[in-house]
């Protein structure tokens, strides 16, 4: 199983799961060329691409709809509520392309068992999802304000993950944005922030845990450099001590990251950042 980030930030999110023969996307929140260039770019063929995993209907998450359904005759999969909360505005988007899926009940996709669970955001409803293949599981949860129980037990799961981390407390309070923004963003509805995601780290890594990718990252009210020095002074203060075999790993806004390639040993290394960087079957 190999993991990368096609792109993650405010501007737009996508990401890829697959082996040798086949793959799946999680969110496509860029242009479906940007898509296909990016695959391209790591030999992968947009062909062997069997379906997009969606997790709310914000244009970021889903800005390459229309075309990969329509052109490409990709199909998607996400909940009944996000379904109807995609198709009502964007009507050029190929309705008989999503497919529903359950919550917090397993399907198969290609290769993959997936399940999906939600999450709290300001969307008519947002979800994470739990992905399992050769053992090995992946979670992704971006886009949440506070990390409830229900979303702590799938992360807690995994081998990968991929979590959010918004912004910079200090930043957002004293920039531009306005004060319902502000308010919106802090919310439980609305992001997780810089401590509120290096504090749960803190609280649930484990040897188990190999990589870390801080995803998600606003333009105006973070940076690299503020999230690892934030997650470096959290752990420092927990006293959390990593093993050598964690990675962490910051998701940048508009370059591919490294491909995560679980089948080899994990690196021997603390923090990176790479800036540059009964189941239902469905085929």
Same mark, same amino acid.
């Given at each position: 199983?190999?993991?990368?980030?096609?792109?993650?930030?405010?501007?737009?999110?996508?990401?890829?799961?697959?082996?040798?023969?086949? !793959? =799946? %996307? *999680?969110?496509?929140?860029?242009?479906?060329?940007?898509?296909?260039?990016? &695959?391209?770019? @790591?030999?992968? +063929? $947009?062909?062997?691409?069997? !379906? =997009? %995993? *969606?997790?709310?209907?914000?244009?970021?998450?889903?800005?390459?709809?229309? &075309?990969?359904? @329509?052109?490409? +005759? $990709?199909?998607?999969?996400?909940?009944?509520? *996000?379904?109807?909360?995609?198709?009502?505005?964007?009507?050029?988007?190929?309705?008989?392309?999503?497919?529903?899926?359950?919550?917090?009940?397993?399907?198969?996709?290609?290769?993959?068992?997936?399940?999906?669970?939600?999450?709290?955001?300001?969307?008519?409803?947002?979800?994470?999802?739990?992905?399992?293949?050769?053992?090995?599981?992946?979670?992704?949860?971006?886009?949440?304000?506070?990390?409830?129980?229900?979303?702590?037990?799938?992360?807690?799961?995994?081998?990968?993950?991929?979590?959010?981390?918004?912004?910079?407390?200090?930043?957002?309070?004293?920039?531009?944005?306005?004060?319902?923004?502000?308010?919106?963003?802090?919310?439980?509805?609305?992001?997780?922030?810089?401590?509120?995601?290096?504090?749960?780290?803190?609280?649930?890594?484990?040897?188990?845990?190999?990589?870390?990718?801080?995803?998600?990252?606003?333009?105006?009210?973070?940076?690299?450099?503020?999230?690892?020095?934030?997650?470096?002074?959290?752990?420092?203060?927990?006293?959390?001590?990593?093993?050598?075999?964690?990675?962490?790993?910051?998701?940048?806004?508009?370059?591919?990251?490294?491909?995560?390639?679980?089948?080899?040993?994990?690196?021997?290394?603390?923090?990176?950042?790479?800036?540059?960087?009964?189941?239902?079957?469905?085929?």
């Amino acid at each position: 199983m190999n993991f990368c980030s096609l792109s993650s930030g405010s501007s737009g999110n996508c990401y890829y799961l697959g082996n040798k023969s086949k !793959g =799946i %996307l *999680i969110d496509a929140g860029i242009s479906a060329t940007s898509i296909r260039k990016f &695959l391209y770019d @790591r030999d992968i +063929s $947009l062909d062997s691409i069997r !379906g =997009i %995993l *969606i997790t709310h209907n914000h244009i970021d998450h889903i800005r390459g709809l229309e &075309l990969l359904t @329509r052109k490409y +005759s $990709l199909p998607v999969f996400t909940t009944c509520k *996000i379904r109807n909360s995609i198709l009502l505005p964007h009507k050029k988007i190929s309705s008989a392309a999503i497919r529903e899926i359950p919550l917090m009940e397993k399907f198969r996709l290609a290769d993959f068992d997936i399940e999906a669970f939600p999450v709290s955001h300001d969307a008519p409803e947002t979800i994470g999802f739990n992905i399992t293949a050769s053992g090995r599981e992946i979670t992704i949860a971006t886009d949440l304000g506070y990390i409830s129980d229900t979303a702590a037990s799938y992360i807690k799961k995994a081998n990968v993950l991929v979590i959010e981390s918004n912004y910079d407390e200090q930043m957002l309070i004293n920039g531009k944005y306005p004060y319902y923004l502000k308010t919106r963003i802090k919310s439980d509805y609305g992001h997780l922030g810089n401590h509120q995601a290096s504090e749960f780290l803190a609280e649930i890594i484990s040897d188990n845990l190999t990589h870390i990718c801080l995803a998600h990252l606003s333009k105006n009210n973070n940076t690299p450099e503020i999230v690892l020095e934030t997650i470096k002074k959290v752990f420092a203060k927990k006293k959390v001590n990593l093993n050598g075999r964690q990675k962490i790993t910051v998701l940048n806004r508009n370059v591919p990251s490294e491909m995560i390639c679980l089948s080899e040993q994990n690196p021997p290394i603390n923090l990176v950042l790479f800036q540059e960087l009964e189941k239902r079957e469905y085929h």
